[in-house]
Nanobody
Framework: QVQLVESGGGSVQPGGSLRLSCAASGSFYRIGAMRWFRQAPGKQRELVAAIAQSGNTNYADAVRGRFTISRDNADNTVTLQMNSLKPEDTAAYFC???????????????WGQGTQVTVSS
């Protein structure tokens, strides 16, 4: 199985920065694409950023140019650097990763427990 553990959430004023990290651990063959989602109260969970194993990235329009996703394949970690934060970025942020448990199995999606980001003056 795969465990995803997020860290780095917190409270910040508008215009500030936060850095989220997520580490994958457990018994698996390979970690594939890694993503960050967020969910604000009363809203659906939405994709924030994604990064393939190759390093190719994709961002939601609302965060492009402000957030940067990166990964370390050796440590199976993904990081989300969030700059110029806005109140509308307030949400629970969830790490998501595709993993193959063995060479013979297909990709399965795993989720972290979430970390809260609050942007407020």
């Amino acid at each position: 199985q795969v465990q995803l553990v997020e860290s780095g959430g917190g409270s910040v004023q508008p215009g500030g920065s936060l850095r989220l990290s997520c580490a994958a651990s457990g018994s698996f063959y390979r970690i594939g694409a890694m993503r960050w989602f967020r969910q604000a109260p009363g809203k659906q969970r939405e994709l924030v950023a994604a990064i393939a194993q190759s390093g190719n990235t994709n961002y939601a329009d609302a965060v492009r140019g402000r957030f940067t996703i990166s990964r370390d394949n050796a440590d199976n970690t993904v990081t989300l650097q969030m700059n110029s934060l806005k109140p509308e970025d307030t949400a629970a942020y969830f790490c998501n990763a595709d993993a193959r448990l063995t060479y013979y199995t297909t990709w399965i999606a795993y989720w972290g427990q979430g970390t809260q980001v609050t942007v407020s003056s």
